[in-house]
Nanobody, 126 residues
């Protein structure tokens, strides 16, 4: 059993920045891929970013590439998503997720992630 809890969301003006955190607790032994997804009102949940356990491999959706940065501190069992140059279209509920599988690539599919946080709201005003 693993629990993931996101924090750091809020209201920010366009062009501003936020850093989201994802704290893992419970059974956190082993290695896992950290993923971030988001869901805007009336839209499907979409992939944002992912990072391997070692941090040597990362993946970003085209819509956030160059603006968002994923990171993790495994000693603290915490993942992060630094969001810069925020746009109104970034408004969504952001979810972190963990993939505990043995695959050797960073999946962008929701079904490949085993555990999910409750989500944190990010609102970007124009």
């Amino acid at each position: 059993q693993v629990q993931l809890v996101e924090s750091g969301g809020g209201l920010v003006q366009a062009g501003g920045s936020l850093r989201l955190s994802c704290a893992a607790s419970g059974r956190t032994s082993g290695t896992y891929v950290l993923g971030w997804f988001r869901q805007a009102p009336g839209k499907e949940r979409e992939f944002v970013s992912a990072m391997s356990w070692s941090g040597t491999i990362t993946s970003y959706a085209d819509s956030v590439k160059g603006r968002f940065t994923i990171s993790r501190d495994n000693a603290k069992n915490t993942g992060y998503l630094q969001m810069n140059s925020l746009k109104p279209e970034d408004t969504a509920v952001y979810y972190c997720a963990a993939d505990w599988s043995t695959r050797f690539y960073l999946s962008r599919l929701q079904t490949d992630y085993n555990y999910w946080g409750q989500g944190t709201q990010v609102t970007v005003s124009s």
